[in-house]
């Protein structure tokens, strides 16, 4: 089957492909290793039908720095369980720091800004004294290798510095943004059983600043591992905690210490970071990726395709909650300079990230598909009202981006800035599908199928079919694939995760069409997680607030942002006590959704109804609602007789979209 191309809206100009890292790589093969590669779309299939010899090749090419050299490339390669690099040491820590271009000591590492204009440049010297000092200071506090660090804090340069100390360490990190409420921190950091919380005293959005310390102060109370606290003073420099249960040390007094800036070897697949899942089935699940893995999968990411290297820019506007955050300050392993924002990208108006990408001269400027939206109903036209001419990129993940995006890019910031909407997950800490510096841009698509990455469409039956829409698998082991899920010892959380559908195939819960020019749609996630502004939240968590009420008898979420609407609304579904007015519940329990989960997560509306729809075992339809909203007929959306109150999905038909 064949469908009509769309237009094209951006092509690669020659003269920079034959200066890009892709093509040295290509030029690099032919020439070491004997093959000979046309274009893009060969190169794709041979790295991932080969794996072995791609991802050995890439680490050569990319200069991994073993301390230890591996044995082979793959120990074993099935899913899950595949081992890379068996008996290999590293350090990710020293790919970020050690020396190579663009790392000179008076090379600019870090910009930063906060939305109040608060700023701070660090070279990668200061970083590397800062780092050093940070170390040491997490030594005296007993912080050893495989001890967890956790950090309730912004994306600024101290928390950067923080994460890197750590991995130097061979410890293991773990990050929430700072509007996240108690009750979401806990759920993730209680679990992992952290000796050092690092926390701000507070943050700024939307003009408005805001005191974390009696979060803090529940979390101190309640995570009994924790041996001490750091205190970064963020809003004030007079902030203070008290020392009980454990002692208080403020931020510079950790960076004081003296010691040399070393770099723990750890076998390559040590623990680096524990990122997490959104909790729509429950907590949390804690998702842990490797030096190793996130090493190369983000060199490979960062300089082939994102083709970012020495006087590079780079930027994305991302809360540390987000995996985006993690992606963003591996600029560092390329030599690039990383951009970070701390505060909302809406204020006081639209063109602050704008206004950030002319200042800084952003070079790869990535923000979420809703951002864009945005800006195309605002009709902002930022390339007449800044210069923006150091810009060659727009990435764009978080959504779908939709074909009104891709023009409005291509009209309003430049023909010739490349458009890189690129889709992966927090599992794998990357994109697998998106962009590449020798692949066009056409309209509403992903350029391509990452390097190593064996992305295929899977119809009903499990085969790969092109041209239509299936379900999202990888058939083949990458290295940033979860070495394992938190407390989970005999790996059946993660196989429940993934594998449960197709046996030794990563399911990843997206809808996509691999076109046969090899780009790719995706047509949204088939969960229902809740992505509001960057912060990435599951529907259980959700609950867990809405109907800790006495008033709320059920409840359901949906997202209408993931339901075809990229600038859709968050609607909460009420089923009230008899007797209850949603107008005497409503202000507390946006108050208490606020506090407890994020100012994001607050629902736009909320809405009365008698039941909430259910399965016949009992579970909230949420996926099949949000079809509905969606305009997806109810016959297509879901089987009435799977259903233990099909009557129930009336007062959703009045609201579909249509």
């Known amino acids: 089957m064949s469908i009509g191309t769309p237009d094209v809206l951006w092509r690669p100009d020659p003269s920079r492909v034959g200066r890009s890292r892709m093509v040295a790589f290509r030029d690099w093969l032919r020439a070491e290793r004997g093959l000979d590669f046309g274009d893009y779309d060969a190169l794709w299939a041979w790295s991932t039908s080969d794996i072995e010899a791609f991802w050995g090749a890439a680490a050569e090419f990319l200069g991994v720095r073993f301390h230890q050299p591996p044995s082979r490339i793959l120990g074993a390669a099935t899913m899950p369980g595949a081992q890379w690099f068996p008996g290999a040491t590293l350090n990710y820590a020293e790919h970020a720091l050690g020396p190579g271009p663009g790392k000179g000591d008076h090379d600019l590492a870090v910009l930063f800004h906060r939305e109040d204009g608060l700023a701070e440049k660090v070279n990668f010297g200061e ?377 030794g195939v990563w399911r990843h819960g997206d809808w996509i069409m691999i076109t046969d020019r090899g780009s790719a749609v995706i047509y949204g996630r088939s969960d229902s997680t809740l992505n509001r502004g960057g912060v990435r939240m599951g529907t259980s968590e959700f609950y867990r607030v809405v109907e800790g009420f006495d008033e709320i008898v059920d409840s359901l979420v949906i997202d209408t942002s993931g339901a075809g609407q990229p600038d859709g609304e968050l609607l909460c579904f009420l089923v009230l006590a008899p007797g209850v007015e949603l107008s005497t519940v409503e202000p507390r329990l946006r108050a208490e959704l606020r506090s407890g989960l994020s100012p994001r997560h607050v629902p736009n509306r909320f809405i009365v109804i008698d039941e909430v729809p259910r399965t016949l075992n009992g579970k909230k339809c949420e996926v099949p609602v949000k079809k509905i909203l969606a305009g997806v007929a109810p016959d297509r959306a879901v089987s009435r007789d799977a259903l233990a109150n099909p009557d129930s999905l009336t007062p959703f038909l009045g609201l579909a979209k249509t």
């Open 127 to 503: 970083l590397r004294r800062q780092v050093a000092g940070a170390r040491a200071g997490l030594v005296a506090l007993g912080v050893r290798r495989g001890d967890r660090v956790v950090a309730l804090a912004p994306n600024t340069p101290r928390t950067l510095v923080a994460f890197l100390a750590a991995a130097s360490l061979g410890a293991v990190w773990s990050s929430c943004s700072p509007d996240f409420g108690a009750r979401a921190i806990a759920d993730r950091f209680t679990q992992i059983e952290p000796t050092v919380l690092i926390t701000v005293d507070g943050y700024v959005y939307n003009g408005r600043t805001f005191d974390v310390r009696s979060t803090v102060e529940q979390l101190r109370s309640g995570i009994p591992s924790l041996k001490a606290t750091v205190l970064i003073p963020y809003l004030s420099d007079e902030a203070t905690l008290p020392d009980g249960p454990h002692p208080v040390v403020r931020w510079d007094d950790l960076v004081r210490h003296e010691g040399s800036l070393e770099f723990e070897p750890v076998p390559f697949d040590h623990p680096l970071w524990v990122l997490y899942s959104s909790g729509t089935t429950g907590l949390p699940k804690g998702i842990v990726q490797d030096h190793g893995g996130i090493v190369l999968e983000h060199l490979k990411m960062l300089a082939l395709h994102c083709d970012l290297g020495p006087g590079e820019r780079f930027f994305w506007f991302t809360t540390t909650g987000w995996m985006m955050w993690n992606f963003l300050i591996s600029g560092l392993l390329v030599g690039a300079t990383i951009v970070l924002y701390d505060g909302s990208p809406g204020h006081p108006d639209l063109g602050a990230l704008w206004r950030l990408a002319e200042w800084t001269r952003v070079t790869y400027f990535g923000t979420s598909a809703p951002f864009i939206q945005s800006c195309l109903k605002q009709h902002l036209q930022p390339a007449r009202s800044h210069d923006l001419s150091a810009l060659r990129a727009i990435g764009s993940t978080g959504a779908p981006l939709t074909p009104e995006g891709f023009r409005w890019i291509a009209d309003e910031i430049g023909h010739g800035v490349q458009i890189c909407s690129v889709s992966g997950g927090t599992d794998l800490c990357t994109a697998f599908v998106g962009s590449a510096p020798d692949v066009p841009v056409w309209l509403g698509e992903l350029s391509c199928r990452a390097l190593g990455a064996a992305v295929f469409a899977y119809d009903d039956e499990g085969r790969p079919v092109t041209n239509a829409v299936g379900e999202l698998v990888i058939t083949r082991p990458m290295p940033s694939m979860p070495v394992f899920f938190w407390n989970d010892p005999d790996g059946a959380r993660l196989h429940e995760a993934y594998f449960d559908t197709y046996p």
